[in-house]
Structures are given as C-alpha cells and as structure tokens.
C-alpha cells in the first residue's frame, strides 16, 4: 500500500511540475512504484495464499486507509 501511495504521489509531481526534467523524472518514479506495488501482490499470491485472501486483505487495508482519511483529510498532498 505505501508502494501503490508513492506511485500516487509521484504522479501529482509528474503532472504538476513545470520543469519537463522534473516530470519526466518524477513519471519514471511513479512507474516504478506501480510496478513495485504490483509486485508485492504477485509475490504473496506465489507465496501460497490465494487471491481471493489476497483480495480481501488488499481490500480490506484500502477500507480502513478510506475511513482514516475521511476522517484526516482527503486531499491530494506529498507529505499529509
Ligand atoms: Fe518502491
């Protein structure tokens, strides 16, 4: 989860930065943590559990991340 909110982050700097350096780089970053977050469910599905566990663990952690923000803030923030 902390992967898959990186690569979140990441994309608000790729298409929020004027400098194209800087995009480009942040949009490489972003890529990578999506492919870093998928990873990790892929391996823990190979690691025996099944997808469905894996599913509604998965689901289960972006419930309770939902109702925390709800009740902190939602809006979109590097640091927040
Ligand atoms: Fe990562």
Not at 24 to 35: D, G, H, V
Not at 52 to 79: C, F, P
Request: charged share 30%; net charge positive.
């Amino acid at each position: 989860m902390i992967e898959a909110r990186s690569c979140e982050r990441f994309r608000i700097l790729s298409e929020s930065l004027e400098d194209t350096k800087l995009r480009s780089f942040y949009k490489k970053l972003m890529i990578s943590e999506a492919n870093h977050y998928n990873l990790f469910l892929s391996f823990v599905r190979s690691l025996g559990e099944s997808k469905e566990k894996v599913d509604k663990k998965w689901q289960a952690l972006l419930d309770y991340e939902a109702k925390l923000m709800r009740n902190l803030g939602k809006s979109g923030t590097i640091h927040g």
